[in-house]
């Protein structure tokens, strides 16, 4: 029949007749609204054929479904996936507490916190407490400075300069930047990657600043070929090192970019010198597979002029180095600047981090799949200072001893070290914004109070109230 619609139960029902071409004739309201009475009844004729039930009033949720169904699918559940199921309703979890338990490795914890710091951007899950940590909201979540000077309060920050206290499970929590671990004053930790990466995805309510990685140190050392009886013969060497990080979003991950300058009286006094104590190229690494002592061919070759500049990437943790001579005054300068990738501080046990930390096996190799990307090329994609600013920068603080002066260096007597940490805003500029806020309240204070007064006055005035005693000042 045309114009009708079979019902699977035998009835029919006939589709709505099309609008008579006179109402073509009508007010553009009048068309809207007889069109809006058309689709009604359209949807009216169609709605018999949808059957419904008491039943299907309450299958259309999983807890509506018999108990044995519930259970039997949960049987077929991994233990993270039937936890992170059991937390969506009520009724799954005293299904999940009277059948099941939580599980007991504490890997399936950890993937759990994992899972549940997605839908809580202010919490974050630590692989050392196995918990989930609240993040405070400030800058730098009190990980930035020197080691030993952490205002962190986490029990899992390890504060200080043994690297056999900062092996957690056969794995550092912080980075390995030198050849000694001593050398460099700051530690770039684990959970500072990781609150970087939240801060970047989830806003900064949720992480920390990549400003707040970024440390710039000089130290002095003895001259190599100084001894106890002549260190006066010999100037002490000084030696800077700077890091700076960004978060690049193809592949997502926090890129450092590492810097040393090492201010030579003559060349041929750092060569490599097997028995010397004293502070030498061995202190410096280009990573963990190549040392900067297998370069010296090639140091010679840029001292001497045969070349401006030696770059190198590792095949094994694909590491990009930049060896360059500069110039403070009348002095060479070895400039060192290296680019890793860290990941995406997901997990401790990522391939990205832990190919970077101090305790690295040396036969460790990255996958090919993680060596695609040029972690150089990435850095200085998003880098708002570029390496030549850096660099200028850099050598700016060793000429002249600059770096003595004071600001923005703080000076560390017994090391002999002066460094620039990142520090958290506050001080004289929320005494200030207090100051400001304090200064707008009284303003509006006394105005108001003002036209308050003018106000009684008025009603009081001797004209109104002639029986009262107006004091005039």
């Not at 909201?137 to 400075?145: D, E």
């Not at 030198?178 to 992480?207: D, E, M, T, V, W």
């Not at 963990?288 to 070349?307: Q, T």
């Amino acid at each position: 029949m045309t114009g009708s619609i079979h019902h699977p139960r035998g009835r029919e029902h006939h589709n709505p007749p099309s609008l008579p071409t006179s109402w073509l004739k009508l007010s553009i309201p009048a068309i809207f609204a007889m069109e809006l009475l058309r689709y009604f009844a359209k949807f009216r004729a169609v709605l018999p054929q949808q059957a419904i039930t008491p039943q299907s009033c309450t299958t259309d949720k999983l807890t509506g479904l018999p108990l044995e169904l519930v259970i039997q699918i949960c049987d077929l559940l991994s233990p993270i996936d039937l936890v992170c199921l059991c937390l969506c309703d009520h009724q799954l979890h005293t299904i999940f507490n009277t059948y099941y338990h939580l599980p007991t490795r504490r890997d399936d914890r950890l993937s759990i916190f994992l899972r549940l710091e997605r839908d809580l951007p202010e919490y974050f899950a630590c692989d050392i407490c196995n918990i989930l940590h609240r993040y405070d909201g400030s800058k730098s979540f009190g990980l930035s400075g020197l080691a030993h000077c952490r205002s962190c309060p986490l029990p899992c920050v390890r504060n200080g300069y043994d690297w056999r206290q900062e092996s957690i499970g056969g794995s550092s929590v912080s980075m390995r930047t030198h050849h000694s671990f001593s050398h460099s004053r700051n530690r770039l930790s684990f959970l500072q990657i990781k609150l970087a990466i939240r801060g970047y995805c989830y806003g900064p309510c949720s992480g920390i600043s990549t400003d707040s990685l970024a440390y710039t140190q000089v130290r002095q050392y003895a001259h190599p070929l100084a001894s106890e009886s002549e260190k006066s013969g010999y100037e002490s060497t000084r030696m800077l090192f700077s890091i700076d990080a960004q978060i690049c979003p193809e592949p997502l991950g926090v890129h450092v970019r590492m810097q040393d300058i090492i201010l030579l009286e003559l060349w041929e006094h750092y060569k490599i010198q097997e028995n010397s104590q004293s502070a030498t190229l061995s202190l410096f690494e280009l990573c963990r597979h190549e040392s900067l002592e297998s370069k010296s061919s090639d140091i010679d070759s840029m001292y001497n002029g045969g070349k401006g500049s030696c770059s190198y990437t590792c095949p094994k943790c694909n590491t990009v180095s930049l060896i360059e001579f500069r110039r403070v005054g009348c002095k060479p300068a070895l400039v060192l600047t290296r680019w890793v990738n860290l990941g995406s501080g997901v997990r401790r046990d990522d391939p990205l981090w832990n190919i970077h930390i101090y305790n690295c096996n040396h036969g460790t190799v990255l996958p090919s799949a993680l060596r695609m990307q040029n972690p150089r090329e990435c850095f200085e994609n998003m880098a708002s200072l570029s390496l030549e600013e850096l660099r200028v920068r850099n050598i700016s603080y060793l000429r002249d001893d600059r770096y003595k002066n004071g600001r923005p260096f703080a000076h560390e007597q017994e090391k002999f070290c002066w460094h620039i940490s990142y520090k958290e805003p506050g001080g004289i500029r929320e005494f200030l914004s207090f100051l400001f806020l304090l200064t707008i309240f009284v303003i509006v204070i006394v105005f108001f109070s003002r036209r308050l007064g003018c106000f009684v006055a008025s009603l009081y005035s001797p004209e109104t109230c002639p029986h009262l005693i107006i004091l005039q000042y």
